[in-house]
């Protein structure tokens, strides 16, 4: 063990680091692919439903505020600025007082954010699905933001460690990131899918920001359910 040298772990497009037990990020990382290969189980429907294959930030959130087993997590401190601050997300118009809360969180006011390049050659390629954030890369180049965040000194052990947390910052960040794009535009992106056999989180077309439904599957089912 290398005392005093951060142990450092990309997750959804988040780099967590920290000080503590050990550097040996491997052994927090699987904990983390299997909670990972649970929520894809969970949020199976909602995937398939928007035709995509892995998981973003945003399903983290989808997880975090509908699943049963999230439970704990919608208890934890963590978790309380977040969630009082989804239901004026959902109507569109963020509570300028909630954000200024959600914004002082300590580990929020210190979220730091780098631009990664993605030369758009992998756009088209079958075998690596996605970049290290979730989502599906690029067909021509550009840039996507990549998160840090310092979680300071934790003692605990790889089986100790309380990876519900890191699901909830994750949440966290993806709002961060929505919020920076609101405030110059006006413009809301990140959404939550107004039928209610769904509650999904997407993000709408840049042309479509009033969009109600994550994908035609839900607007039908809603359309439907409207005429009965």
Same mark, same amino acid.
């Given at each position: 063990? !290398?005392?005093?040298?951060?142990?450092?772990?990309?997750? +959804?497009?988040? *780099?967590?680091?920290?000080?503590?037990? /050990?550097?040996?990020?491997?052994?927090?990382?699987?904990?983390?692919?299997?909670?990972?290969?649970?929520?894809? +189980?969970?949020?199976?429907?909602?995937?398939? *439903?928007?035709?995509?294959?892995?998981?973003?930030?945003?399903? $983290?959130?989808?997880?975090?505020?509908?699943?049963?087993?999230?439970?704990?997590?919608?208890?934890? %401190?963590?978790? +309380?600025?977040?969630?009082?601050?989804? %239901?004026?997300? /959902?109507?569109?118009? %963020?509570?300028?007082?909630?954000?200024?809360?959600?914004?002082?969180?300590?580990?929020?006011? /210190?979220?730091?954010?780098?631009?990664?390049?993605?030369?758009?050659?992998?756009?088209?390629? $079958?075998?690596?699905?996605?970049?290290? !954030?979730?989502?599906?890369?690029?067909?021509?180049?550009?840039?996507?933001?990549?998160?840090?965040?310092?979680?300071?000194?934790?003692?605990?052990?790889?089986?100790?460690?309380?990876?519900?947390?890191?699901?909830?910052?994750?949440?966290?960040?993806?709002?961060?990131?929505?919020?920076?794009?609101?405030?110059?535009? *006006? !413009?809301?992106?990140?959404?939550?899918?107004?039928?209610?056999?769904?509650?999904?989180?997407?993000?709408?077309?840049?042309?479509?920001?009033?969009? +109600?439904? @994550? @994908?035609?599957? @839900?607007? $039908? !089912?809603?359309?439907?359910?409207?005429?009965?």
């Amino acid at each position: 063990m !290398n005392e005093g040298l951060p142990t450092v772990m990309i997750f +959804k497009g988040v *780099r967590f680091q920290w000080t503590g037990a /050990t550097t040996e990020w491997w052994r927090y990382g699987g904990q983390l692919v299997s909670i990972s290969g649970e929520l894809e +189980k969970l949020l199976a429907p909602v995937l398939h *439903r928007q035709k995509r294959k892995t998981l973003t930030r945003r399903d $983290v959130l989808t997880y975090l505020e509908t699943a049963i087993t999230a439970q704990a997590a919608r208890l934890s %401190p963590d978790w +309380k600025c977040t969630g009082d601050l989804l %239901p004026s997300l /959902t109507a569109g118009v %963020p509570d300028a007082a909630l954000v200024t809360a959600f914004l002082e969180q300590p580990l929020i006011k /210190t979220l730091h954010s780098e631009l990664v390049f993605d030369d758009g050659s992998r756009g088209d390629q $079958v075998k690596d699905l996605c970049r290290l !954030n979730g989502e599906a890369w690029a067909k021509k180049p550009g840039f996507y933001p990549q998160f840090t965040l310092n979680l300071g000194e934790i003692r605990a052990t790889p089986k100790e460690f309380d990876y519900t947390r890191l699901l909830v910052l994750i949440a966290a960040v993806e709002i961060r990131r929505h919020l920076d794009l609101y405030y110059p535009t *006006r !413009n809301l992106l990140l959404r939550k899918c107004h039928h209610d056999g769904c509650g999904a989180w997407f993000i709408a077309p840049r042309m479509g920001v009033r969009s +109600k439904f @994550c @994908c035609s599957v @839900c607007r $039908v !089912n809603a359309l439907r359910g409207s005429r009965r």
